[in-house]
Structures are given as structure tokens and as C-alpha cells.
């Protein structure tokens, strides 16, 4: 059975670079019909993305659509995605867990020492940027590290 992947807030980005990498790892893809269509959907769904776009296909804020997934299912793996590099979109995200008393690192292609993070790592988001998707070498790394991360 192949796990879906639910595009919680979709974004241009996350329809052209993520979904079909998404795709390539064997996930289905879903998307929400809108904020109240998120909760729902997070009952069934394996893991989610989150665009960081300040526009989105949702109208809803990257944090109102984290605590919609939160509430329904805090153990769902998610995927926070952006055209930020890790270094700039990682302490953004630190500081919106923080705000939601969420318990986990960010973690991403590379930590902010330059080595390889680990998405097995207990408590933790995985981070992909538009760099990430960019190249064999860097695709095939993110492949990897969505296969860890949702399993």
C-alpha cells in the first residue's frame, strides 16, 4: 500500500518540485480543499508538506496549518518546504514551534555545522529547500532523507 503525502499548504514550488519527487519515492499525493479539509485529511494521511510561502493555495498561515495537523496527529511527519536556504528558514521554523510548545528539531540537507543531518533523529521536521531539489546529487539526497523521514 502506498502512503499519501497530504500538500497541507500547497504552493507553486511544492506542486512543481516536491510533489513529483514525492511521486518518484512511491508516496500518493493529496491535497486539501481548504483549512477545515486539513483535519480531515490528516487522519488518514502518512505525512504532510508545508509550504513557507506567504502566499499560498490555502488560505491560511503556515502556523494555523501546523496546530490543524498537530491536534489531529502530532506523531505525522512533516516537511516544511521553501525557496529559503536551510540557514535562513531554520531558526523561523525553531521559533514557530517554540510558539506552538512543539517539541522537535528542524532538521535539513545539511545542519547549521555543514554535515549531513539525520531525519531519523526522534522529535524532528525535515527542511527541504528549492536548492535541495536542484541537481542528481542534491535530489537524490532529499530522496533519501523523505524516505527516512515518513518511512
Same mark, same amino acid.
Given at each position: 500500500?502506498?502512503?499519501?503525502? =497530504? %500538500?497541507?499548504?500547497?504552493?507553486?514550488?511544492?506542486?512543481?518540485? *516536491?510533489?513529483?519527487?514525492?511521486?518518484?519515492?512511491? &508516496?500518493?499525493?493529496?491535497?486539501?480543499?481548504? %483549512?477545515?479539509?486539513? /483535519?480531515?485529511?490528516?487522519?488518514?494521511?502518512?505525512?504532510?508538506?508545508?509550504?513557507?510561502?506567504?502566499?499560498?493555495?490555502?488560505?491560511?498561515?503556515?502556523?494555523?496549518?501546523?496546530?490543524?495537523?498537530?491536534?489531529?496527529?502530532?506523531? *505525522?511527519?512533516?516537511?516544511?518546504? /521553501?525557496?529559503?536556504? &536551510?540557514?535562513?528558514?531554520?531558526?523561523? %521554523?525553531?521559533? =514557530?514551534?517554540?510558539?506552538?510548545?512543539?517539541?522537535?528539531?528542524?532538521?535539513?540537507?545539511?545542519?547549521?555545522?555543514?554535515?549531513?543531518? /539525520?531525519?531519523?533523529?526522534?522529535?524532528?521536521? %525535515? &527542511?527541504?529547500?528549492?536548492?535541495? *531539489? *536542484?541537481? =542528481?546529487?542534491?535530489?537524490? &539526497?532529499?530522496?533519501? =532523507?523523505?524516505?527516512?523521514?515518513?518511512?
Amino acid at each position: 500500500m502506498n502512503k499519501t503525502v =497530504l %500538500l497541507a499548504r500547497p504552493h507553486p514550488f511544492i506542486a512543481t518540485e *516536491m510533489a513529483p519527487l514525492l511521486e518518484q519515492c512511491g &508516496y500518493k499525493v493529496v491535497k486539501p480543499d481548504g %483549512l477545515a479539509d486539513i /483535519s480531515v485529511k490528516a487522519k488518514t494521511c502518512h505525512a504532510a508538506v508545508i509550504s513557507l510561502a506567504i502566499i499560498a493555495n490555502i488560505n491560511a498561515t503556515v502556523e494555523e496549518v501546523l496546530r490543524e495537523i498537530y491536534q489531529v496527529n502530532p506523531q *505525522m511527519p512533516i516537511i516544511f518546504a /521553501s525557496l529559503l536556504p &536551510y540557514e535562513r528558514a531554520a531558526s523561523t %521554523l525553531t521559533d =514557530l514551534l517554540d510558539k506552538l510548545d512543539i517539541k522537535a528539531r528542524v532538521i535539513g540537507v545539511a545542519s547549521d555545522t555543514g554535515a549531513p543531518a /539525520s531525519a531519523t533523529t526522534a522529535a524532528s521536521y %525535515l &527542511y527541504l529547500a528549492k536548492e535541495d *531539489m *536542484m541537481g =542528481l546529487k542534491a535530489r537524490e &539526497y532529499a530522496r533519501q =532523507l523523505l524516505l527516512q523521514h515518513i518511512g
